[in-house]
């Protein structure tokens, strides 16, 4: 078994995303295999330029790779309001020196975790839309995921999109109920992980900044859109990152402290509900489980895991 972690990052780039995409290329150890791109802050072209420009400020190479375009059954629904319209807080970035590779993300998806049998840590940051269709396509390759870190959902709590559900799950439901049913090891680390003491202070905003490195600068800058929509329409405490915070799980599995398994399911049929991720907490269904819910995590942890990879 090699001594090193495989990461594949399945992302629609935008503010945050950028951050765990940092986080991921200065935590070592890790080797990132490949990034793929999904429909759902922003498009997926626009989500590929991200990752490239974010890759060129970490002087990375990884390659790039182009997914579905839109949900399986759903029309797009991106996040300018929260992000901007080009994801990264309208700060119009210089276009990226590379391309992205022509391969399909889902191809790579299903090429790279046959190829890495059990070695795989795959990293979702978007909607499920990507690997929803790899499962379609190859059902053996759930068993052969080492583990699935998954940034979705709300663990029997609010709603950031609306009342009820998170925005990766709420826009592609159907294909988070894929994902969830797949059989694969998979935790869900849900957007009220980002909250509270989880979330950047202005104290903690500003000692990022004073880092001086072209990353940090990056994170907090192309941040600053998403932190006053946090606090203007979600009445926020500070920044929330929950792309970061779902990376930081994945890197460093320790800063969990409370977690357990149970029967995760998706709402797909009412507008209401829709993309709620309906968490058997007390087990009443006797189903069985499918999903390790991250409950809590280490928060002075989890930030000195982010001030350390901006620092580099």
């Known amino acids: 078994m090699r001594q090193f972690l495989i990461v594949l990052i399945d992302t629609d780039t935008a503010s945050d995303d950028a951050v765990a995409l940092i986080m991921a290329h200065r935590w070592p150890g890790v080797c990132v295999h490949a990034v793929t791109i999904v429909s759902g802050n922003v498009s997926v072209q626009q989500g590929g330029k991200n990752a490239l420009y974010v890759l060129e400020v970490c002087n990375a190479s990884t390659p790039v790779y182009i997914g579905c375009s839109k949900p399986m059954l759903r029309p797009n629904n991106y996040a300018y309001w929260f992000h901007g319209e080009d994801g990264m807080g309208n700060k119009n970035y210089p276009e990226p020196q590379r391309?992205?590779?022509?391969?399909?993300?889902?191809?790579?998806?299903?090429?790279?975790?046959?190829?890495?049998?059990?070695?795989?840590?795959?990293?979702?940051?978007?909607?499920?839309?990507?690997?929803?269709?790899?499962?379609?396509?190859?059902?053996?390759?759930?068993?052969?995921?080492?583990?699935?870190?998954?940034?979705?959902?709300?663990?029997?709590?609010?709603?950031?999109?609306?009342?009820?559900?998170?925005?990766?799950?709420?826009?592609?439901?159907?294909?988070?109920?894929?994902?969830?049913?797949?059989?694969?090891?998979?935790?869900?680390?849900?957007?009220?992980?980002?909250?509270?003491?989880?979330?950047?202070?202005?104290?903690?905003?500003?000692?990022?900044?004073?880092?001086?490195?072209?990353?940090?600068?990056?994170?907090?800058?192309?941040?600053?859109?998403?932190?006053?929509?946090?606090?203007n329409v979600q009445a926020a405490s500070g920044l929330m990152l929950p792309d970061p915070v779902a990376m930081a799980v994945a890197l460093e599995p320790n800063i969990i402290e409370r977690q357990g398994k149970y029967f995760v399911d998706v709402e797909i049929t009412s507008e209401l509900t829709r993309g709620a991720t309906v968490v058997d907490e007390l087990k009443v269904l006797g189903k069985t489980p499918n999903m390790t819910v991250i409950w809590a995590i280490d928060t002075s942890r989890w930030k000195e895991i982010l001030s350390h990879c901006l620092a580099l």
């Open 99 to 231: 391309k992205a590779c022509s391969t399909h993300a889902v191809d790579v998806i299903i090429d790279t975790i046959k190829t890495y049998p059990g070695e795989i840590t795959l990293v979702t940051l978007g909607p499920l839309t990507n690997i929803a269709t790899a499962l379609l396509r190859a059902p053996e390759i759930a068993s052969l995921v080492q583990r699935c870190v998954i940034m979705g959902g709300a663990a029997n709590t609010l709603g950031n999109v609306t009342p009820a559900a998170e925005y990766n799950i709420w826009v592609d439901p159907e294909a988070a109920k894929i994902v969830f049913h797949s059989g694969m090891p998979m935790e869900m680390v849900g957007w009220e992980l980002s909250r509270h003491e989880a979330a950047l202070t202005s104290a903690e905003i500003q000692a990022i900044a004073n880092l001086g490195t072209q990353t940090a600068r990056l994170a907090i800058e192309c941040n600053q859109k998403s932190l006053d929509a946090s606090m």
